[in-house]
């Protein structure tokens, strides 16, 4: 399965933005899905991941603001991200257990 995600772009601080992941082939037998992050000169950590039964887990850092959904019939995973703050600006990544791929990621840019 390759994953391409797109939905990134730039909005200001306080802003919306929701970043969708398209799977090639079936997700259904993906047990676990994820969104990370990468910033300039950081190391790329996990922002939230749904399980292939909706059980979700998040980053303290996005709690409350994110909220991340999985439709297993569209082979898609989709990240609603809310409150925007300029720490969110990173390149995002879809990706699924156990977290070793790493397709093409999108940018997200969040200005002050």
């Known amino acids: 399965v390759q994953l391409q995600a797109s939905g990134g772009g730039l909005v200001q601080a306080g802003g919306s933005l929701r970043l969708s992941c398209a799977a090639s082939?079936?997700?259904?037998?993906?047990?676990?899905m994820g969104w990370f992050r990468q910033a300039p000169g950081k190391q790329r950590e996990l922002v939230a991941d749904i399980t292939r039964t909706g059980n979700v887990n998040y980053a303290d850092s996005v709690k409350g603001r994110f909220t991340v959904s999985r439709d297993n019939a569209k082979n898609t995973v989709n990240l609603q991200m809310t409150l925007l703050k300029p720490e969110d600006t990173a390149t995002y990544y879809c990706?699924?257990?156990?977290?070793?791929?790493w397709g093409q990621g999108t940018l997200v840019t969040v200005s002050s």
């Open positions: 990706t699924f257990w156990p977290y070793t791929y």
């Open positions: 082939g079936s997700i259904v037998s993906l047990a676990k």
